[in-house]
T-cell receptor, first 113, second 115 residues
Framework: DAGVIQSPRHEVTEMGQEVTLRCKPISGHDYLFWYRQTMMRGLELLIYFNNNVPIDDSGMPEDRFSAKMPNASFSTLKIQPSEPRDSAVYFC???????????FGPGTRLTVT | AQTVTQSQPEMSVQEAETVTLSCTYDTSESDYYLFWYKQPPSRQMILVIRQEAYKQQNATENRFSVNFQKAAKSFSLKISDSQLGDAAMYFCAYRRGGGYQKVTFGIGTKLQVIP
């Protein structure tokens, strides 16, 4: 298995632009997680899905952030409009009901100027 | 709410020596899992070791072992025969049992390995 795939690996954009991050979970996994990592706040859970349905989005910072999972093999995290304080590394992770741990993608480093 | 505390922002160890990273957690649950993840400069989060709360025996994976003290809610990671490739951020993490999937991570400990 190729593991969790994220794209792009790096994204540089200007304030006010829309940013879309993509994730392909491990085949067969029914849980998908989006995290944000910053020096100040560490690793924060933004939202997670079970069988493509959002279960907990309490970590989504504000309405500028939205996430979708249209099918079992694809999810997006969108920021519109982006702000410099959104600069961070965004991780996608997946797991299954019968597994203990989450498997992480390589992350997307987002820089908003 | 569950919390995970890593009180050592940075640690250093000489190559081939042993180092212990500390972690404490707070929970009222009896069924849960604990993890140590490693994040090298490549950013990839890699699972190092896990411990099921119902198991009294401490988990071991090659040079990595844990000291799980359930009553004290302590979960430390011991790295033996440290290697240069062990240099990374290490995150302690907690997950409630019973199919609950949300994981709480500590703030991390940066480990430096000195040649």
């Amino acid at each position: 298995d190729a593991g969790v795939i994220q794209s792009p690996r790096h994204e540089v954009t200007e304030m006010g632009q829309e940013v879309t991050l993509r994730c392909k979970p491990i085949s067969g996994h029914d849980y998908l997680f989006w995290y944000r990592q910053t020096m100040m706040r560490g690793l924060e859970l933004l939202i997670y899905f079970n069988n493509n349905v959002p279960i907990d989005d309490s970590g989504m910072p504000e309405d500028r952030f939205s996430a979708k999972m249209p099918n079992a093999s694809f999810s997006t995290l969108k920021i519109q409009p982006s702000e410099p304080r959104d600069s961070a590394v965004y991780f996608c992770a997946s797991s299954s009901s019968w597994a203990y741990e989450q498997y992480f993608g390589p992350g997307t480093r987002l820089t908003v100027t | 709410a569950q919390t995970v505390t890593q009180s050592q922002p940075e640690m250093s160890v000489q190559e081939a020596e042993t180092v212990t990273l500390s972690c404490t957690y707070d929970t009222s649950e009896s069924d849960y899992y604990l993890f140590w993840y490693k994040q090298p400069p490549s950013r990839q989060m890699i699972l190092v070791i896990r411990q099921e709360a119902y198991k009294q025996q401490n988990a071991t994976e090659n040079r990595f072992s844990v000291n799980f003290q359930k009553a004290a809610k302590s979960f430390s990671l011991k790295i033996s025969d440290s290697q240069l490739g062990d240099a990374a951020m290490y995150f302690c993490a907690y997950r409630r049992g019973g199919g609950y999937q949300k994981v709480t991570f500590g703030i991390g400990t940066k480990l430096q390995v000195i040649p």
